[in-house]
Each structure stands twice: as C-alpha cells, then as structure tokens.
C-alpha cells in the first residue's frame, strides 16, 4: 500500500525547524482534514493550490508581514521532497502566485471594511463592537430591499471603477454591484466570490456579506464542486 500524502507531510515535517515547522504544521492540518485518506502519488497542484489560494486569504490578516512568503518557501521545499522521493509533480509556486495571495488578502480587508466586517482576528478571536453596531444597523435595513441573490459568482468586468459585473455561476444571471474604489483597483476579471447581494428600491444592487474571495486559478475546482468549505 501506497503511502498516505499527510503521513509524507509528517515524515517531511521532521526536517523542518523554526517558521518552515509552523508552516507544515499548518499544511498538516489543513491536509488531515481534507485529503486524509489520499495516497501520495495521488497527490497533485490541487492539494496546494486549495492551501495556498483558499485557506491562507481566510487566516492571514496582514498580506505585508512577510508570513506569506515563508509559507509559499515552505510548501515549495515540501514539493522539491515529494518530486525527488516519491515522483510525484507538483508545480513549484513564484513571485507571482506570492503576489496573488497578497492580492487576495488585501481584497478581504477591503471588503471586511466596506461591509463592516467586526471580526479583527479569527485567532485569537477579536471584535470591533463599534463596527458590530454599525453592521447591525446595517442589516436592520433589509426591510427596504426588494431582492437578494446568494452564491458563487466570477467578476466579468470592472465598470467605472465603482461597479463590478458579476455572473452568478450555475444560472448565469449577470448583476451590477457597487464597490468601493479600493476593491476595484484590486480586483481582477475572472476572480471568483461567494457573496450575498440585495437590489435597493432604486434597483441597484449591492453587497450585503461576502464569505469566500478566490484567484481565478481555484475555479476548476469550484466548478467541480469540491470547494465549498
């Protein structure tokens, strides 16, 4: 029998030390929850791309602390180990998807502000309850919203530089949403979001929550349906 792809990131795990041992540590964690059962050579770009792309923008808050480097140096090193002792090709990760993740994470700040996301920090877990007020407040106005619409959606164009034109996936309705000046400058065509949206009674549509933001590069595995965690 083959062995177990999170046995090979524990086996990889003694080599490490300092902040590469958190990072796998990390990795491990992530990995037992969801490729458990996996063997390594069943092992592949999915396995990485869902850690770095999908679970680092939800647990990083400052995209400027060099923390995400040291995972992206980290996982690539646990790549160059798997490529070299058990055959198994995996895509070493650049300066580019660096530059991605970073453009994610400040995406999620930007939004977390213009919808007066109270959360400051998952772990430790820290409120702003001035913000919490105004989120509330914010939401006791949904009386006067004539529609919503949630799911996933892909960014199709960037309007004006206060709008986005969304698709909604599966349905393919496309909607016109407000945002900030701030997100639109980050935000790219292609990008994928699982947000929720309400039309105004002047029929203008904008953001009431958004859950999840991703980089182009994880919609294959949203289409396949096995991201929705």
């Known amino acids: 029998m083959e062995k177990l792809f999170c046995s090979v990131i524990k086996e990889f795990e003694k080599k490490m030390s300092g902040d590469e041992l958190h990072c796998i540590d990390d990795f491990f964690d992530f990995s037992s929850k969801r490729f458990r059962f996996m063997e390594i050579n069943s092992a592949n770009n999915q396995c990485?791309?869902?850690?770095?792309?999908?679970?680092?923008?939800?647990?990083?808050?400052n995209s400027?602390?060099?923390?995400?480097?040291?995972?992206?140096?980290?996982i690539n090193s646990f790549s160059k180990y798997i490529r070299e002792n058990y055959d198994v090709i995996i895509d070493e990760k650049t300066n580019y998807d660096i530059s991605e993740i970073k453009r994610i994470c400040g995406i999620n700040n930007e939004f977390k502000r213009f919808l007066y996301n109270p959360v400051i920090s998952y772990s430790p877990m820290i409120i702003d309850f001035d913000i919490y007020k105004k989120k509330r407040n914010m939401l006791t106005k949904d009386m006067f919203f004539t529609m919503t619409e949630e799911g996933?959606?892909?960014?199709?164009?960037?309007?004006?530089?206060?709008?986005?034109?969304?698709?909604?996936m599966y349905t393919g309705r496309f909607i016109k949403v407000a945002v900030d000046k701030n997100i639109a400058n980050k935000v790219k065509k292609g990008d994928v979001l699982f947000a929720s949206l309400r039309q105004?009674?002047?029929?203008?549509?904008?953001?009431?929550?958004?859950?999840?933001?991703?980089?182009?590069?994880?919609?294959?595995?949203?289409?396949?349906?096995?991201?929705?965690?």
């Open 152 to 168: 996933y959606f892909t960014l199709e164009e960037i309007f004006r530089g206060d709008f986005v034109i969304l698709k909604k």
């Open 48 to 61: 990485i791309d869902k850690f770095l792309f999908m679970w680092i923008p939800k647990k990083v808050t």
């Open 200 to 229: 105004n009674p002047f029929f203008s549509w904008e953001f009431v929550e958004l859950y999840k933001y991703y980089s182009s590069n994880v919609l294959e595995y949203i289409k396949a349906n096995v991201t929705f965690w």
């Open 64 to 74: 400027e602390d060099g923390q995400i480097e040291k995972y992206v140096k980290s």
